[in-house]
């Protein structure tokens, strides 16, 4: 009669070959700049689209602009007039953490949700080692990853 299982060896490699992927994996999964990034990066398409939806309802231009430390919607290139969040008589800001950034070519919607220029429009999110980006398409003004 024959047992079947494992042996002591078996089980000791493949416990050294968890012990080794855990060594390599874990510091990308506990890196607080990874989430940051990753967490601008979906902020930052949310709030791209919900502008694009705020130029078409109000017939209006809104305006993505970027510096250091936030993402925000304006009604103007100076953000002297800033969108309104949804359901609250808060500005539309979305905060970049520290060490994350943000390179904007700085662009807006008209009130055909066309992006200003009408480029194929590039944001670049970066500071975790990897880089997202996030396209606005030409003429229809498409936001994706």
Same mark, same amino acid.
């Given at each position: 009669m024959r047992k079947t299982g494992f042996t002591l060896v078996e089980l000791i490699v493949v416990i050294v070959l968890v012990g080794i992927v855990a060594l390599i994996a874990a510091p990308r999964f506990f890196s607080q700049p990874t989430f940051d990034a990753a967490r601008l990066h979906e902020a930052a398409i949310s709030a791209i689209r919900y502008g694009q939806k705020v130029a078409v309802a109000q017939r209006a231009n809104v305006f993505v602009v970027s510096n250091a430390s936030t993402l925000a919607l304006c009604y103007d290139a100076g953000?002297?007039?800033? *969108?309104?969040?949804?359901?609250?008589?808060?500005?539309? *800001? *979305?905060?970049?953490?520290?060490?994350?950034?943000i390179a904007n070519p700085g662009f807006n919607f008209n009130s055909l949700g066309q992006p200003i220029p009408n480029a194929h429009t590039i944001l670049t999110i970066s500071g975790d080692g990897a880089s997202r980006q996030i396209v606005v398409e030409r003429e229809t003004g498409y936001v994706h990853k």
């Open positions: 953000c002297a007039s800033p *969108v309104k969040a949804p359901g609250g008589n808060d500005n539309f *800001v *979305v905060s970049i953490p520290s060490g994350i950034g």
